[in-house]
């Protein structure tokens, strides 16, 4: 259940991040930017200082609520069987098979 708190918090402190890489990946289908109305982003700084600027700082976290609520279950499911899913396969040595050790711990 801890987890679930946990990947909130990263959440909500990476949600400026996520933001900025949206507006850039999406610009190209903003209706103002096809239009000429407002100028395309140039880069990460320049997102940045314009959304802060013209929509104010709590634009980062825009959406951040729902983001939150979506991954909230899954992290928590994620910690709590974890565990449980991992038991199902073999164990391997880290140090003498690694191949095997790898392909165990990405198939659990």
């Known amino acids: 259940i801890a987890s679930g708190p946990y990947g909130a918090v990263a959440k909500t402190c990476t949600a400026p991040i996520e933001s900025v890489k949206l507006l850039i990946q999406t610009q190209d289908a903003n209706p103002k930017i096809i239009s000429g109305e407002d100028a395309r982003y140039t880069g990460i700084v320049d997102c ?12 980062f976290w825009r959406g951040n609520l729902t983001n939150i ?39 659990s």
């Not at 909230?72 to 069987?81: D, E, H, L």
């Open 48 to 59: 940045f200082t314009r959304v802060a600027k013209e929509q104010g700082v709590n634009a």
């Open 69 to 107: 609520i979506r991954y909230f279950p899954t992290q928590a499911f994620n910690f709590a069987f974890k565990d449980g899913i991992k038991a199902m396969f073999p164990k391997a040595d880290k140090k003498t098979e690694f191949g095997k050790f790898f392909l165990i711990n990405m198939a």
